[in-house]
């Protein structure tokens, strides 16, 4: 089966980890810092705080932000679930705001609206999250004015958008959010195996983000010099999602090839865009504002369309090729039902969730791989007059 995604490991990638095998520090010796400083540099950002993973990440930034109990946090409904969970995990409440047709990202018109009612009924939210879905930045810059508006903060979900840009520069060099948040999961641009990090330019949320990830607990050398080498003191309740050493210094070694893997997704993309011209799909809508890092390659099926998208990702599946959905919108989850949301109040969820498919999106997609999947798309999409 040719897969949907899958990570690039090189001779450099073995050899960065075996070196830390051999070294003396498995855990919390210089790599993460390490890491965490390659990642701000790179994204034109003060701070980074490594996580175990995405999740974790999200976690802490609604923490750092202040979010407790009766809270509310918005987020998209065409996410992974982990973009709403974390508001979950601090004791609030969820709501979502529908998503641009064209994009998939969050749309900008059903925001608004949906402050100003909020607005009346006093219950605007603390945080929103953005989700750059596939790579493909969300219009920051509106974004941020409404959150000036509305008094809330702004976490950019960009697990899929590392090496993305936005008004030509990096997201994650949130200018206009408070924390952003990538994942270094396997599928995604660069990876750690399992590992995530929270980037921010703010002092204060930097501290927090520290304690939070390390059961919240401080090590300083003032306090230290008081009372005697061996003390700390917790001052919050924390976890432990630290990455390893191990991981960070994968992460490193990723990083180096990192606008390599960038330029051959957006390369792939352009092939499968002139691929798949004139056929009865329509691919996500692109901007001259945002350069994606095409984490993911989505189409969505048109009503002109022979087969439905189910027949599709099954033909598609049955030749090998490892096509996906992303995604199923959160709020139809199971353990979403008892929040009552209502999927008339989603429509453009509702119908992208219908249409959409992703195709097979890596750096090291063959040539013969990608003919194949192109010419079995257009076999199944084209008009067969004859057998109607
Ligand atoms: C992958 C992903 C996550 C979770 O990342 P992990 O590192 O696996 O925890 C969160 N949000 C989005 C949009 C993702 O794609």
Redesign the pocket.
């Known amino acids: 089966m040719i897969p949907y995604g899958k990570q690039n490991i090189n001779q450099s990638d073995i050899d960065a980890v075996t070196d830390v095998l051999n070294s003396a520090w498995l855990t919390q010796g210089d790599k993460v810092p390490a890491f965490e400083s390659a990642i701000a540099k790179y994204c034109h950002v003060n701070f980074a705080v490594a996580t175990n ?6 976690h802490i930034a609604c923490l750092a932000l202040g979010l407790s109990t009766g809270d509310r946090v918005w987020t998209s409904p065409i ?5 709403s969970n974390c508001a979950l995990y601090c004791g609030a409440r969820i709501d979502f705001v529908d998503i641009n047709q064209d994009t998939a990202n969050i749309c900008i018109n059903a925001l608004k609206n949906k402050l100003i009612a909020a607005k009346k009924l006093k219950e605007l939210p603390t945080i929103l999250i953005v ?3 596939a790579g493909l930045s969300c219009q920051m810059k509106e974004i941020a004015k409404l959150a000036k508006e509305y008094n809330f903060s702004i976490i950019e ?1 960009a ?2 958008a590392i090496g993305a840009k936005y008004q030509q520069k990096p997201v994650g060099n949130c200018q206009y959010s408070d924390i952003t ?1 990538f ?3 396997p ?2 641009i660069i990876t750690t195996a ?3 990090v929270c980037v921010t330019n703010s002092t204060v949320l930097n501290e927090k983000l520290t304690l939070y990830r390390s059961h919240g607990i401080r090590k300083s050398k003032e306090i230290m010099a008081n009372q005697g080498d061996w003390y700390y003191e917790q001052e919050l309740l924390g976890f432990n999602y630290r990455m390893t050493d191990i991981q960070a210094a994968l992460g490193l070694s990723q990083l180096k090839r990192l606008d390599e893997f960038v330029s051959k997704r957006q390369e792939l993309a352009s092939k499968y865009l002139e691929g798949l011209a004139n056929l009865p799909l329509r691919p996500q809508l692109q901007s001259t504002e945002s350069h994606s890092s095409y ?1 993911l390659f989505i189409i969505r099926l048109t009503k002109g369309s022979p087969i439905t998208r189910k027949e599709l990702f099954e033909q598609l599946r049955a030749l090998n090729i490892g096509v996906n959905v ?2 199923i919108p959160i709020y139809q989850q199971p353990y979403y039902q008892q929040f009552g949301f209502a999927e008339k109040d989603f429509p453009n969820a509702q119908q992208y969730y219908e249409e959409c498919i992703s195709l097979p999106m890596y750096p090291d997609l063959s040539h013969k791989d990608f003919d194949y999947i192109i010419s079995n798309i257009i076999n199944l999409l084209s008009e067969k007059p004859n057998e109607r």
């Open positions: 993973s995405a999740t974790s990440s999200l996410s992974f679930v982990a973009s989700v750059h879905m979900d697990s899929h948040v994942s270094f999961h599928v995604k399992e590992g995530g984490h992303h995604y």
